[in-house]
């Protein structure tokens, strides 16, 4: 692989984690009441359908997060 293709690489990830971010940003944004059972605790799996995310990449950023 040349450096040129591993800096294009390197930007396309850079760019994928971005919008992914500013998915998972948009959907706390919303009433979190939504994404919660009726124990109050949060479903990370209906947070991550909605938001159009891998329900592991949700947990990782929310666990990253603190939530």
């Known amino acids: 692989m040349t450096t040129k ?5 390197g930007n ?3 760019k994928r984690k971005a919008e992914a971010m500013a998915r998972l ?3 706390l944004s919303y009433d979190m009441s939504f994404y919660k059972f009726k124990n109050g605790k949060l479903n990370v ?3 991550a359908l909605c938001a159009g995310l891998s329900r592991g990449f949700v947990e990782r ?3 990253r997060l603190g939530l």
């Open 45 to 47: 799996s209906k947070l």
């Open 5 to 9: 293709q591993r800096i294009h690489l």
């Open 25 to 27: 940003q948009n959907a």
């Open 12 to 14: 396309l990830a850079a």
């Open 61 to 63: 950023e929310l666990w």
